[in-house]
């Protein structure tokens, strides 16, 4: 039921691209994003619901292939900022139950 | 206040002894969360109000684990003959109706 995530980590120079996927064997109803540092509770990054859009916050954007049961989540021109744990979480359809994934660790280098 | 507040923010206790981990969500948030999570692992969920309905109980790892939600707000987890492998950080969170999950900072709890 736990979503899976891929990569589980990843290592970036500052100004490099990554992805981060999030796939779950139940239809989704709505997928939320949350980044995570060392030591702090998870910060939401953005809510993305049934119907296939694509979101974009400053560099980071993502969308939602609710045929695949599957979310993506894009860093773009990284920054030493972006580095931390990143996680989805996921609900399925009439629940506000969100159950989160594996977790993808990411570290951005100067 | 302003934020999902949780009490205590770190509690060590001895194996057997019984602990009530406090969570205090945003005012006016229906739902509310508790999650578990061990050291440099994933969020596990264990249970989930939501305004006055049976609340989701179905992540509790065992019985020793209950929680409660008094009156739509204040949230008790209480842990009973803690065990070390209960050693994580306990995080509550809240949802209103804006559909974002604030978390607090978490309760972390030791069993020596």
């Known amino acids: 039921q736990q979503p899976v995530q891929s990569p589980q980590a990843v290592i970036l120079r500052e100004g490099e691209d990554a992805v981060i996927n999030c796939s779950s064997s139940?239809?989704?109803?709505?997928v939320h994003w949350y980044r995570q540092k060392h030591g702090e509770a998870p910060v939401f990054l953005m809510i993305l619901l049934k119907g296939g859009e694509q979101k974009g916050h400053e560099k980071i954007s993502a969308s939602f292939n609710e045929k695949k049961q599957q979310s993506s989540l894009y860093l773009t021109a990284s920054q030493l900022s972006y580095s931390g744990t990143y996680f989805c979480g996921t609900a399925t359809s009439g629940t506000y139950k969100y159950i989160f994934g594996t977790g993808t660790r990411l570290k951005v280098l100067a | 206040g302003a934020g999902v507040s949780q009490s205590p923010s770190n509690k060590v206790t001895e194996k057997g002894k019984d602990v009530e981990l406090r969570c205090d969500p945003i005012?006016?948030?229906?739902?509310l969360y508790w999650y578990r999570q061990s050291l440099g692992q994933g969020l596990e969920f264990l249970i989930y109000f939501q305004g006055n309905s049976a609340p989701d109980k179905s992540g509790l790892p065992s019985d020793r684990f209950s929680a409660e939600r008094t009156g739509g707000s204040v949230s008790t987890l209480t842990i009973q003959r803690t065990q070390q492998e209960d050693s994580a950080v306990y995080l509550c969170a809240s949802m209103g109706g804006g559909n974002t999950i604030y978390f607090g900072e978490g309760s972390w709890l030791t069993v020596v």
């Open positions: 139940k239809a989704l109803y709505s």
């Open positions: 005012s006016g948030h229906t739902a």
